[in-house]
């Protein structure tokens, strides 16, 4: 009876070494191609691999020092997000920008983040208001360095703050998802001469009307801050137009 006990539990320890065994590897895999998914995802965004560039799943793998599977998972993962384009006889592209798309992207963006800054302006403590100004010394200090990327960075730091502040950080979590084509278009708009301090003065009015718990204020500074996004749509795409694809028949035409 003895011998049967431990024969029996010498049996699931196999098995259960055998099964962390088949588990690491996977893990290991899904975290690679996780790394790849958000390293890629980000050079497309900050623009380092431009709309239209092609994409070698190759040289990425030796890179990375893996196989073509990680990479392949990350490639569609981005293609689902509409930032890589796969064509089967052709290649894998970065996508270009989805012209048709980005008023709808940003009237979505806008009303989020009015809900946003109206909580904000009711909720903000004084500590939450410091770290909003401390966020906006740091823009000042990478517009002064024209460091366009690290100022892109501190904006979306900003944003964040809003919703953290406002006691909903799943609000930028959501705009995030809506926004991505948006962050593309919208840094071919920061080298524009007078921008920036265009950007960090909207951003010092939407703090002044949260730390005056002025949810009104606070809601058309944050419009008149993201307004700008939907007016230049046209400018950019003629100073850019090998970034853009046109829009359908059934999108809107930007205006």
Do not use: C
């Not at 930032?83 to 920008?97: A, C, D, H, N, Y």
């Not at 949260?210 to 046209?234: C, G, M, R, W």
């Not at 090998?242 to 035409?253: C, G, I, Q, R, V």
């Amino acid at each position: 009876m003895a011998d049967s006990e431990q024969a029996a539990g010498a049996k699931t320890r196999t098995r259960r070494r055998t099964a962390a065994a088949v588990a690491r590897p996977a893990q290991r895999g899904t975290t690679v191609a996780a790394t790849i998914y958000r390293d890629l995802r980000n050079e497309i965004v900050s623009l380092r691999r431009k709309p239209g560039e092609p994409v070698a799943e190759k040289l990425i793998a030796q890179d990375y020092g893996v196989s073509r599977t990680p990479v392949r998972e990350a490639v569609l993962r981005l293609a689902d997000e509409g930032l890589i384009e796969i064509f089967p006889q052709s290649g894998t592209f970065v996508s270009r920008i989805p012209l048709g798309a980005l008023p709808e992207a940003i009237a979505i963006r806008k009303a989020l983040e009015e809900a946003t800054v109206r909580y904000a302006a009711k909720r903000a403590t004084r500590s939450q208001i410091a770290k909003l100004r401390a966020n906006l010394e740091l823009q000042r200090e990478m517009e002064a360095a024209q460091n366009f990327e690290g100022f892109h960075q501190a904006d979306e730091a900003f944003h964040a703050l809003l919703a953290e502040t406002a006691g909903y950080p799943g609000f930028w979590s959501l705009t995030q998802q809506v926004k991505v084509q948006v962050d593309r278009y919208r840094l071919l708009t920061l080298p524009v001469l007078g921008r920036v301090p265009d950007v960090i003065a909207e951003h010092s009015a939407i703090i002044e009307a949260i730390s005056q718990n002025d949810p009104e204020a606070a809601a058309k500074a944050i419009d008149l801050h993201l307004d700008y996004l939907q007016v230049t749509i046209a400018d950019a795409q003629k100073a850019n137009p090998l970034y853009f694809t046109a829009p359908t028949e059934d999108e809107a035409e930007p205006v």
